[in-house]
């Protein structure tokens, strides 16, 4: 019974994410232009929930530096954008981060718990007012026009950037070092004594969604026209994709790409629909989720298929 | 053969010497027997082995190369394996999952999975524990969370292997099994030190015994010359 049921769920789920990335990539083409606005910011919140959840989810070390590998590609659009091609500038937007996550990662993933957290928040929040103060200091000005990209084209790189941030969840989960990331959220000592090299793991897989975001930073920049550090840095970017990730669950892979693509278009239609009310409906439904949805979205399905069988 | 020795193995918790000069050493195929009453320093000396924490002085050697100052990862994949006091599974993964990882990543790091996948069911066999083999590792009893942690570090494939109260909290029956596990253990080349506080335990199945007692290494002997040693029965019983 449960192996018949394996066998033909997996060409059905991925017969639904093949016909989903078809529809996505047709898009454009039958939408009216606001919609492929919407989908794209819909499209940037899921890639860093997904890419934050590579590593927070099995590690269970909750990072909110994801706004600082945002930002630091949104700079690099900024001062790259006019000199180098786009997709570039979206490669070293990815690279840098990847290279500052690395760094990070090598003097953070010592900590733990509570300090993790708030270390990784104090990195994003040192990154933000040193590019102020060097921006004051030197230039001059504080914020930069960004060289504008036409709106398909921003929705067709985030929707690259999301394919391939979704393959490599995806091998990364299935591969032994899944497994490894997860008994490091389970019990970090006696993974380490079985042989895995946590820090170097941890390090590099931080590094890992630390490139998606930054990737995903230097597109985004193109579509504001205009950044500064309190737009690239907004501590936003660190908190939306933890929210986003446990309203989604995060033991598979569709729970935090289905939390923040739900989270995200609800945010829209109450900013439009209840511009004064917003703030307030959107915290009573996020204190709603976390009361009746302790396990996300995720824990839901499991719940309802549970009842079925 | 020697495979383990300590000189002057020394740790400090701030002022307090945990374990003050200790010199050990152990011949291949052995079982050596660690006891001391609480506080002596037993899990320290051992938690210094497998690299959990780092020496203050001394030098701790592995066939003959210095392990002092190497990663537990490092040092697991030199071939030492260990078990902890309190029990530390990877509570929400399933049992054969434990032991899977540590297959896949101890000693040779790139084995196949599928050879993995073979060996970890064997060793689940071994230690008896074939048929919870898809529970997850926290539903798990006493007696059968110790036998994974077992199981778990012999996945990787240790030749010497320290066990850490394996027997403390079981019934007499468990604990002649846990004895005869031991042996078997033994017999298949793998040398073990133990921490135990299960007297029947060690007196049967060790070669040999240390008592350490606030972090100092008082005796080391036979179980019957230990059994007879003033110091130890003064340290144990009291004058």
Redesign the interface.
């Known amino acids: 019974m449960e192996s018949a049921r394996v066998i033909y769920r997996k060409p059905f789920s991925l017969g639904i994410l093949f016909i989903g990335l078809i529809v996505l990539s047709t898009l454009p083409l039958y939408v009216q232009p606001y919609l492929v606005i919407l989908l794209s910011f819909v499209l940037m919140y899921v890639i860093i929930t997904l890419s934050w959840a590579i590593f927070s989810g099995p590690t269970r070390y909750i990072s909110l530096a994801s706004a600082a590998f945002f930002g630091i590609g949104v700079y690099i659009s900024a001062i790259l954008g006019e000199l180098w091609p786009l997709p570039l500038v979206i490669a070293a937007g990815g690279l840098i981060s990847f290279i500052l996550a690395l760094f990070i990662g090598l003097i953070t993933l010592r900590l733990r718990g509570m300090y993790f957290i708030i270390f990784t928040f104090g990195v994003s929040e040192l990154i933000r007012h040193s590019i102020l103060w060097w921006e004051a200091k030197f230039t001059g000005t504080v914020g930069r026009w960004v060289i504008v990209v036409d709106h398909t084209t921003v929705y067709f790189v985030l929707l690259i950037i999301f394919i391939i941030t979704l393959f490599a969840a995806y091998l990364i989960k299935r591969s ?1 070092f899944g ?2 990331l ?2 490091i959220g ?2 970090e ?11 170097s793991l941890k390090t590099i897989t931080f590094a890992i969604s630390a490139f998606f975001m930054g990737a995903t930073g230097a597109i985004m920049a193109t579509r504001w026209t205009y950044i500064d550090p309190a737009i690239a840095f907004s501590p936003l970017f660190s908190f939306m994709p933890v929210l986003m990730a446990i309203f989604g669950g995060v033991g598979q892979l569709y729970g935090p790409i289905f939390g923040a693509a739900i989270f995200a278009l609800l945010e829209e239609v109450l900013i439009t629909k209840f511009p004064y009310y917003y703030m307030l409906l959107f915290g009573i439904i996020l204190i709603a989720a976390i009361l009746f949805l302790p396990n996300g979205l995720v824990g839901l399905v499991d719940k309802i298929r549970k009842r079925r069988q | 053969m020697r495979i383990l020795e300590g000189e002057n193995v020394t740790k400090y918790f701030g002022g307090l010497a945990a374990v003050h000069d200790v010199d050990f050493d152990i011949k291949q195929g052995e079982i050596v027997g660690l006891i001391g009453p609480n506080g002596a320093g037993k899990t320290t000396l051992f938690n210094l082995i497998s690299g959990a924490l780092p020496t203050t002085a001394g030098e701790i050697r592995y066939k003959d190369e210095k392990i002092t100052s190497l990663k537990p990862n490092k040092i697991c994949k030199r071939g030492i394996a260990r078990t902890f006091q309190l029990i530390k599974l990877f509570r929400n993964m399933t049992v054969f999952e434990n032991v899977f990882l540590a297959s896949l990543f101890g000693i040779s790091g790139d084995m196949p999975e599928s050879v993995a996948r073979e060996e970890s069911l064997e060793l689940l066999n071994f230690v008896g524990l074939s048929a919870a083999s898809e529970t997850a590792a926290k539903d798990l009893t006493l007696v059968n969370q110790k036998r994974l942690e077992v199981a778990r570090g012999l996945a990787t494939k240790p030749e010497l292997m320290l066990l850490d109260e394996l027997m403390a909290g079981l019934n007499s029956t468990e604990v002649s099994l846990a004895m005869d596990l031991v042996t078997t253990i033994r017999d298949k080349g793998i040398t073990i030190f133990m921490i135990e506080h299960v007297m029947k335990a060690i007196m049967n199945v060790c070669d040999r015994i240390m008592v350490l007692d606030h972090g100092v290494k008082i005796a080391e002997g036979t179980p019957e010359e230990i059994t007879t040693n003033k110091t130890v029965i003064e340290v144990y019983l009291g004058e």
């Open positions: 032994k497994l490894a997860r008994s389970e019990q000592e006696a993974a380490a004594h079985i042989g895995i090299g946590v820090t």
